[in-house]
Nanobody, 114 residues
Framework: QVQFVESGGGLVQPGGSLRLSCAVS????????WGWYRQAPGKERELAAR???????SYADSVRGRFTISRDDAKKFVYLQMNTLKPEDTAIYYC????????WGQGTQVTVSS
């Protein structure tokens, strides 16, 4: 069964940066499209960034130009570099496949506040 372990979140001031990591236990990691999702308090979970099996990326309008998703097929990791963070980026961040399967990790909390 696929498992996700997210890490790297924390408290950061507006304008700061964080790098999230997600370890994925999936036999066919290299063949899967992966995404970073986030859920803010009182809101539905949304897809923030995605990366295809060949490395093509796309982003939600709200994070484009500030976030960068990447993958390491050898290590089976998905990363999210977040720069110029804003208070509205505060959320729990999860990784999952595209489309998402009904298995979620614990997520990693990102709080952007002064």
């Amino acid at each position: 069964q696929v498992q996700f372990v997210e890490s790297g979140g924390g408290l950061v001031q507006p304008g700061g940066s964080l790098r999230l990591s997600c370890a994925v236990s999936a036999v066919n990691f290299y063949a899967v499209h992966w995404g970073w999702y986030r859920q803010a308090p009182g809101k539905e979970r949304e897809l923030a960034a995605r990366i295809s099996d060949l490395g093509s990326t796309s982003y939600a309008d709200s994070v484009r130009g500030r976030f960068t998703i990447s993958r390491d097929d050898a290590k089976k990791f998905v990363y999210l570099q977040m720069n110029t963070l804003k208070p509205e980026d505060t959320a729990i961040y999860y990784c999952n496949s595209i489309p998402a399967i009904d298995v979620w990790g614990q997520g990693t909390q990102v709080t952007v506040s002064s």
